[in-house]
């Protein structure tokens, strides 16, 4: 079965970077879109950036000029880049693998980000 696992999360202060991976096994990578979701404590799950088998990328506005998504289809792996982190960040992160036009769509389990002081 479809496997994605998140690696990278922890503990940062405010300013700080992070760079979260996800490993994808038992997929065809390089067709599926890669997204990176978080969700917060009491809040609904949201999208933070995406990244299509073409390579367009897209971001939630909030983090946009400080979050990178990148892929290497030749490792089956997509990360964020995270940086100049704010409290507002921290939520559990999921990695999602979504091939468009069907009703294939994969999450990891998480990996916990917490920004604060």
């Known amino acids: 079965q479809v496997q994605l696992v998140e690696s990278g999360g922890g503990l940062v202060q405010p300013g700080g970077s992070l760079r979260l991976s996800c490993a994808a096994s038992?997929?065809?990578?390089?067709?599926?879109?890669m997204g990176w979701y978080r969700q917060a404590p009491g809040r609904q799950r949201e999208l933070v950036a995406s990244i299509t088998s073409e390579g367009s990328i897209g971001y939630t506005d909030s983090v946009k000029g400080r979050f990178t998504i990148s892929r290497d289809n030749a490792k089956n792996t997509v990360h964020l880049q995270m940086n100049s982190l704010k409290p507002e960040d921290t939520a559990l992160y999921y990695c999602n693998a979504r091939l468009g036009g069907s009703i294939l769509n994969y999450w990891g389990q998480g990996t916990q980000v917490t920004v604060s002081s």
């Open positions: 038992r997929i065809s990578f390089s067709i599926y879109t």
